[in-house]
């Protein structure tokens, strides 16, 4: 739903063709890439490099034709840019410390979803008129933004978990969501001169969006390993049999299962003493998930209208009710 002109669809990406791209080619832009699979520990660093410090700077030695010799060149590509993929495997733990890791729906309710949707498609003559104007609407609705900076009036008040070091980088993508918030509801929030004001609303949206991942933040265990690990605590001291473990979730594969259990092997919180077939699996010891201090929470102002006090009485939306949510 991007405009095309915003977009960079390719289907395989080198670190030489984000280096060497026009200084400001990638600013702003969605670069989709098909498989994350594909990707080189080089393209990798490049990635976190330009997300953390918002440009890419290489140096390189250049041969001057005129004179003979040889001259340094500096090149330099700007962001800030955003990457969307999909993997079917692991990640660089790194890399995922910078993005969003969002799992697919693999619910028979959403499969019998999908194939409803498949079968309109070819059943109804108007379905991809209809799903081309839905398409359209979406670009249009982003092509009336204007790209303003963002300013977040409450964010010191903003109480953040702080039991781990991974938390210093969540709070930074967190404070990022609450200004893509406010930049996509732009015309809805108050403006301040060039600046777009943040509320009550976008704190919300981030939270929504965010929450699952700052909980998980505080834990050393990837998503995968987590949910395989909350089915195995239910059978308690018994021993029990990756089957044992698709019988309790059935809409899972076995290849997820069998990603969660060998992390949780690897980390000795499950063991598998004996070669029996089928393997059986034991927890070592009962682990408790730190769950507690970690929901980020907005303690209230001392003056009720600060949020909306910011914008001034000349703003273009300069209702305060709506400003403080």
């Known amino acids: 739903m991007t405009p095309p002109e915003e977009l960079i669809h390719v289907s395989r990406l080198t670190d030489s063709a984000l280096y060497y791209q026009n200084g400001n080619a990638l600013k702003h832009k969605l670069v989709v890439l098909d498989e994350a699979d594909s990707l080189t520990s080089e393209v990798i660093v490049a990635l976190r490099v330009l997300k953390t410090r918002g440009a890419l700077s290489l140096s390189h030695v250049q041969r001057d034709f005129a004179s003979g010799g040889t001259r340094t060149e500096f090149v330099e590509a700007r962001g800030p840019v955003a990457v969307l993929t999909s993997t079917a495997g692991k990640l660089d733990a790194q890399l995922l410390s910078r993005c969003y890791e969002l799992p697919v729906d693999e619910s028979p309710e959403q499969t019998a979803r999908i194939l409803d949707a498949q079968r309109r498609s070819k059943a109804e003559p108007g379905y991809s008129g209809k799903r081309g104007t839905i398409v359209g609407l979406h670009r249009n609705a982003m092509r009336l933004l204007e790209c303003r900076p963002v300013v977040i009036p409450f964010a010191q008040r903003i109480e953040f978990p702080a039991s781990s070091v991974r938390h210093r980088r969540e709070q930074e993508r967190f404070l990022a969501l609450i200004e ?59 021993a029990f049999t990756l089957n044992d473990l698709q019988g309790e979730r059935p809409d899972w594969t076995r290849h997820k299962l069998r990603a969660g259990l060998d992390e949780l ?61």
């Not at 965010?210 to 308690?236: H, K, M, P």
């Not at 000795?268 to 730190?290: C, D, G, N, W």
């Not at 939306?317 to 400003?323: D, F, G, I, L, T």
């Open 180 to 238: 893509a918030s406010a930049l996509l509801h732009q015309h809805q929030r108050i403006k301040d001169g060039e600046f777009i004001v943040a509320d009550a609303r976008d704190f919300e949206a981030a939270r929504r969006l965010a929450s699952d991942s700052i909980r998980r933040s505080a834990e050393e265990l990837s998503r995968n390993a987590l949910d395989v690990l909350a089915i195995a605590q239910a059978f308690g001291e018994d």
């Open 265 to 325: 092997l690897a980390l000795e919180i499950v063991a598998s003493p004996r070669r029996t077939r089928p393997r059986q699996y034991r927890l070592v010891a009962p682990i408790q998930l730190r769950r507690a201090g970690c929901e980020v929470t907005l303690k209230l102002p001392s003056d009720i209208g600060d949020l909306a006090a910011f914008g001034g009485a000349n703003s273009p939306n300069p209702s305060q009710e709506k400003a403080t949510g």
